[in-house]
Each structure stands twice: as C-alpha cells, then as structure tokens.
C-alpha cells in the first residue's frame, strides 16, 4: 500500500527565469543566459539577411563579379543594417572618379529585423511584466553584439573592380570613346569602401530601433510594471501599423510575381523583390495617401523599379527634380489611380483591427487620436527609408563627367507632407473604426489585452499563463 502523506509544502518551489528572485542568486548563469539569447538574436537577424542578399545578388547577376561577390554581399547587408558605403576609383594620374550611394535595401533590412526582433522577444513570452534592469540588460547584449558583429562586416565590406571603357562611347560620343581607350590602357579600378564610423552610429541607431518596435507591437511580450498601464493606449496601434506595412509588401510580392511570370525578365524582377521590394511598397503606400517624392535620372544607369516610376524621373527638363505623386503617376498609367481606393480599404482595415482589439468602451475620439499619432510616426519613420541617392561621375584630364562615363539617380521624399498626410488620414479613419468596432468586436471579449500584475504580486515570477490566456493574440 502506498502511504500519502497529508504534510503541505511549508514553502513554495523557488522561480526560476530570467530577471526572477530566484535567478538573483546566480548572477553568472543569469547572465550567460542573456548572452546566449542575444547571441541567437543577433546571428539569426545576420542569418536571413545574408541568405536574403544573396539570393537577390544571385539574381541580378553578381555571382559573375570577379571574385568581388562576398565583399558585394557584406556591403549589402551593411547598407541593410544602416551603414555607408562610399564608392571610390581612379587611373593613376590621368583620372579619378566621384561616386556616392546612399540606399537601403529594405527586402533585406525588413527580413532580419523581423528575425532579430522575434527571437529576442522569445524568451520573455511566459512572463506577464519584467523588471525593468532585466530588459535594459538584455537590449544591451543584443546592441554590442550587433555592432561587433557589423564591424566586422564593415571591415569585409570593400574591393576594387578594373573598368573596360573602351567600348562604352558612340558615334555620337568621339570624346568619351577616346577617353574610354586612353583610360583601358591606364588600367582604371572602381570599388567602394565602408565608412566605419558613421556605419556603427547608423547601426546603433538601427538595432535600438528594431528592439524598440518589437516591444512597442508585441502584445503578447511583458513589459516593465510601470509601463503597463500605457500598452493598451500604444500596442494595439503599433501592431496594426507593422501589418499595414506587412500588407503593402504582400500586395507588391504578389503582383512582382505575377510581373516575372507574365512579362519576362524574371532575373531581374526577383532581384528587385529580393532587395527592394519595400521600397516600392512602402513608396505606393505614401503616393496612395497623397504624399510625394522627387528625384531624377540621368545617364546609362536607372531605378530598379517599376517602367512608370523611371519614367517620371526621367520626364523632367535635365535641371530639375521631377516629382512623384498620384497625378505623375497615373500621366503616365492610368492604373496608377488605383494606389488611392487601395490606401483606402488598407488603412481602414488597419484602424477597425486596432480598434477592435482596444479595450471595449474606448470613446471613438481616443481611437482616431491613437490611430493619427500612429500611423503619423510610421510613415515619419518609414518615408526616409525610402531615400536613394546614386552618382557616379569619371573625370579625365580635369574633364568631368564625359557623355556616357556617369550618371545620377536622386529620389527624395517630402516626409513632412507625407507624414502629416498620414496623421489625417489616421484621424478619419480611426474615427470611423471607434464608431464600427463595436459592432465587430466578439460579445465574449475581455475589455483588456492583458492585465496588469494584481497589487502587491512579484514581477516576472517564471511562466504563467493567466497573463495573457492560452489563445492570447499578438503578433
């Protein structure tokens, strides 16, 4: 017979986790553990990005560079993660050569920061709240191991390619096919090198960014005691703005695929989506609300982007900027009007999910406040992104910039108007959803996300599950 012993536990089982009481007495398990799941954090946001890269450089024909694809590869994922890269070259005396690039490819820049953020949010999903010192010092394992990790590809990030231009004048060039063959004999180089310090700044700027949104549009993610009475007002925005974003590069994913399958070119087509895709995305997203750009193309090279946009930067005069809005688009394709219905029914959607999941009795008034600020901050923080400013310009002999030897791609966005567009836009809709969630929302809902810790409870006391409910939304 087994004999049960009536005795009860004098005292509980001891928490464990990280940032609990119990953990405190182990400081250095503690904090090698932090250091592994930064370390996971930071090689899996480096590891997309990488394969990311790749399989966009792969595609747009880099594989066949002259031993230069790593380098061209580690100064993409660089420019990803926010660095600069400067391009430089020369002919021995005979010539030297002005370039700059500044871009982002935000395939590869959306794609592991989505990695980077998921993963660090990770091990903090069983905990209602954490301590405050606990987060601070994990953020910090994440940012020094990223930075290291950039430096590195910074220092990989440079190489050197000799230039044939020989055969790049025309009849209607003599003096660029001249020059072209003087300078083949002068074995002139192009490459381009990585700016360490403003790399690492940019990068610093870009991880605390990453880590920032992650909290900001996790609802299933802890926060700090002192900051839970603020999540309902933030988080349920925030999400709805991250998959407004999410849904714009669907739609553009969609629509690349059925260009490359219909319309040939599909090297070319893959690449752009493997690279730039957001680009173009979040681009529509800002001219469908009435935002604009501006910008030119000059000389042999272009945009990797859609024929109608090229075109427009390239309708200008020659001194100019040419703008980029709904009228120049649809100037030239009339389908181009279709950016506005489609802003429309997105953002809509966009306020009745964050209203829907606000908590029930929130006057409509807050809901269009909420909204407003959110999607004003989203496109002040997303329109810069957009930014693509390339030159390329090669003197001979103190003659610069020789017909068919340079060229120059600006597109510039007016970010002001495009984010206070997007605050208006966020006030009418937000509105209109505090008005219809009532009626979307279930009767059996709970008025909160998930509530605070009860006064007086611990914090982060190890995985509980009456935080957030077994079926907890998030994202």
């Given at each position: 017979?087994?004999?049960?012993?009536?005795?009860?536990?004098?005292?509980?089982?001891?928490?464990?986790?990280?940032?609990?009481?119990?953990?405190?007495?182990?400081?250095?398990?503690?904090?090698?553990?932090?250091?592994?799941?930064?370390?996971?954090?930071?090689?899996?946001?480096?590891a997309?990005?990488?394969?990311?890269?790749?399989?966009?450089?792969?595609?747009?024909g880099?594989?066949?560079?002259?031993?230069?694809?790593?380098?061209?590869?580690?100064?993409?994922?660089?420019?990803?993660?926010?660095?600069?890269?400067?391009?430089?070259?020369?002919?021995?005396?005979?010539?030297?050569?002005?370039?700059?690039?500044?871009?982002?490819?935000?395939t590869?820049?959306?794609?592991?920061?989505?990695?980077?953020?998921?993963?660090?949010?990770?091990?903090?999903?069983?905990?209602?709240?954490?301590?405050?010192?606990d987060?601070?010092?994990?953020a910090?394992?994440?940012?020094?191991?990223?930075?290291?990790?950039?430096?590195?590809?910074?220092?990989?990030?440079?190489?050197?390619?000799?230039?044939s231009?020989?055969?790049?004048?025309?009849?209607?060039?003599?003096?660029?096919?001249?020059?072209?063959?003087?300078?083949?004999?002068?074995?002139?180089?192009?490459?381009?090198?990585?700016?360490?310090?403003?790399?690492?700044?940019?990068?610093?700027?870009?991880?605390?960014?990453?880590?920032?949104?992650?909290?900001?549009?996790?609802?299933?993610?802890?926060?700090?005691?002192?900051?839970?009475?603020?999540?309902?007002?933030?988080?349920?925005?925030?999400?709805?703005?991250?998959?407004?974003l999410?849904?714009?590069?669907?739609?553009?994913?969609?629509?690349?695929?059925?260009?490359?399958?219909?319309?040939?070119?599909?090297?070319?087509?893959?690449?752009?989506?493997?690279?730039?895709?957001?680009?173009?995305?979040?681009?529509?997203?800002?001219?469908?609300?009435?935002?604009?750009?501006?910008?030119?193309?000059?000389?042999?090279?272009?945009?990797?982007?859609?024929?109608?946009?090229?075109?427009?930067?390239?309708?200008?005069?020659?001194?100019?900027?040419?703008?980029?809005?709904?009228?120049?688009?649809?100037?030239?394709?009339?389908?181009?009007?279709?950016?506005?219905?489609?802003?429309?029914?997105?953002?809509?959607?966009?306020?009745?999910?964050?209203?829907?999941?606000?908590?029930?009795?929130?006057?409509?008034?807050?809901?269009?406040?909420?909204?407003?600020?959110?999607?004003?901050?989203?496109?002040?923080?997303?329109?810069?992104?957009?930014?693509?400013?390339?030159?390329?310009?090669?003197?001979?002999?103190?003659?610069?910039?020789?017909?068919?030897?340079?060229?120059?791609?600006?597109?510039?966005?007016?970010?002001?108007?495009?984010?206070?567009?997007?605050?208006?836009?966020?006030?009418?809709?937000?509105?209109?959803?505090?008005?219809?969630?009532?009626?979307?929302?279930?009767?059996?809902?709970?008025?909160t996300?998930?509530?605070?810790?009860?006064?007086?409870?611990?914090?982060?006391?190890?995985?509980?599950?009456?935080?957030?409910?077994?079926?907890?939304?998030?994202i």
């Open positions: 017979m087994v004999r049960v012993s009536s005795r009860l536990p004098t005292t509980p089982p001891p928490a464990t986790g990280p940032g609990t009481p119990g953990a405190a007495g182990d400081p250095v398990r503690a904090g090698l553990r932090i250091a592994l799941q930064a370390l996971a954090a930071v090689a899996a946001g480096y997309v990005m990488a394969v990311t890269a790749g399989l966009g450089l792969w595609a747009a880099a594989a066949d560079l002259p031993g230069g694809f790593g380098a061209v590869l580690a100064a993409v994922v660089v420019m990803a993660a926010g660095g600069q890269v400067e391009i430089t070259g020369s002919a021995g005396s005979l010539a030297g050569a002005q370039g700059e690039l500044t871009a982002m490819p935000l590869v820049t959306l794609l592991g920061a989505l990695a980077a953020g998921a993963v660090f949010l990770r091990p903090l999903r069983h905990h209602a709240v954490v301590r405050a010192g987060l601070a010092a994990r910090a394992a994440v940012t020094l191991l990223w930075l290291a990790a950039l430096a590195g590809l910074a220092a990989l990030a440079r190489h050197d390619f000799r230039l231009l020989g055969d790049t004048g025309t009849s209607e060039e003599p003096l660029a096919d001249l020059f072209g063959e003087l300078l083949d004999a002068a074995n002139p180089t192009v490459g381009f090198r990585t700016l360490l310090g403003p790399t690492l700044g940019h990068g610093l700027l870009w991880i605390l960014g990453v880590l920032l949104v992650a909290l900001l549009v996790s609802r299933a993610s802890p926060l700090p005691a002192r900051l839970l009475r603020h999540q309902q007002a933030i988080r349920p925005a925030a999400s709805a703005m991250l998959l407004l999410l849904a714009y590069v669907a739609v553009g994913l969609v629509v690349g695929l059925v260009v490359a399958a219909t319309r040939g070119h599909a090297a070319e087509t893959l690449a752009v989506l493997l690279l730039g895709l957001p680009n173009v995305s979040w681009l529509a997203l800002g001219v469908g609300i009435g935002g604009s750009w501006e910008g030119r193309v000059e000389g042999p090279f272009g945009l990797p982007m859609p024929q109608v946009l090229d075109a427009v930067l390239r309708d200008g005069d020659g001194t100019g900027l040419s703008t980029v809005d709904l009228s120049s688009l649809a100037a030239q394709d009339a389908r181009a009007w279709w950016l506005l219905p489609v802003a429309a029914v997105l953002v809509l959607a966009a306020a009745l999910l964050a209203a829907v999941r606000s908590p029930a009795g929130v006057p409509a008034w807050r809901h269009a406040l909420h909204l407003g600020v959110g999607f004003g901050l989203t496109m002040l923080a997303v329109t810069p992104l957009t930014l693509v400013e390339a030159r390329f310009g090669l003197s001979v002999l103190g003659i610069g910039d020789l017909g068919g030897l340079g060229g120059e791609v600006v597109l510039r966005p007016d970010v002001w108007r495009t984010a206070g567009l997007a605050l208006l836009w966020g006030l009418a809709t937000g509105f209109l959803a505090g008005l219809l969630a009532p009626r979307l929302r279930h009767p059996g809902r709970l008025p996300d998930a509530p605070g810790p009860r006064k007086g409870a611990p914090e982060s006391q190890g995985p509980t599950a009456g935080a957030h409910g077994p079926g907890a939304p998030g």
